[in-house]
């Protein structure tokens, strides 16, 4: 049996792989096979750690939630300033790299799966729980030092989500009405009605 270490590298890698699969062909599409090949190891391998194509799905959802959480955390830490923190937290969801554009289509993938499978909208909750959760105490914080209006944290958390989201989902689609640049135009400007001007 291999040892503890090497199980959870070879699981990472299973489960990134996983990813980049689904990122490129869908999880209709998606074969264990593809998973193996792409992860460098066997079919049998794969199926050491999950027993079905939808068992290893869920968990690749799941570690691609974690990895873009773990992405983020210095973006939260290093920044004292909760407008800073606001607008570097968001501009990091900004499709402009190939590690953002694969977690954008993983989660694209989960939405759809979602639909129809009720553990995933569980997982969907979760995670919109945590994004709100962080969402909403950037802005409580900036509303305790004076810098953001005094309106319900969460439902600006939301309504700062949603439109990343779809913003997002319509930069993916290639729409020649919405670009990164557009996108981060539009978000700035939302960060810049949150706030409050010097008086």
């Known amino acids: 049996m291999a040892r503890p270490s090497v199980e959870a590298e070879r699981r990472e890698q299973i489960l990134s ?13 998606l074969r264990v096979a593809d998973v193996a090949k792409r992860a460098g190891t066997s079919t049998g391998t794969v199926h050491y750690y999950f027993d079905t194509k939808t068992e290893l799905m869920r968990a690749a959802f799941e570690w691609n939630f974690t990895r873009s959480l773990e992405r983020r955390r210095p ?10 923190r606001l607008r570097m937290f968001v501009d990091s969801y900004l499709p402009t790299d190939d590690v953002t554009v694969r977690a954008w ?13 009720r553990d995933l909208q569980e997982l969907n909750d979760q995670v919109y729980g945590e994004w709100r959760r962080i969402v909403a ?16 944290p969460v439902l600006v958390a939301n309504g700062l989500i949603g439109m990343i989201d779809g913003l997002a989902l ?24 949150l706030e409050l001007t010097a008086v």
Do not use: N, Y
Not at 17 to 29: D, R, Y
């Open 137 to 152: 105490g950037v802005v409580r914080d900036g509303q305790d030092r004076g810098l953001f209006r005094d309106e319900d």
């Open 105 to 117: 289509r993983v989660w694209a993938e989960l939405w759809v799966e979602a639909l129809h499978d």
């Open 17 to 29: 792989a996983a990813c980049e699969v689904v990122s490129e062909l869908g999880f209709k599409s």
């Open 170 to 193: 319509q930069v993916l689609l290639g729409s020649r009405s919405m670009t990164v640049q557009r996108m981060r135009e539009v978000c700035e400007r939302t960060i810049r009605d």
């Open 75 to 84: 973006l939260l830490d290093q920044q004292p300033d909760p407008r800073d």
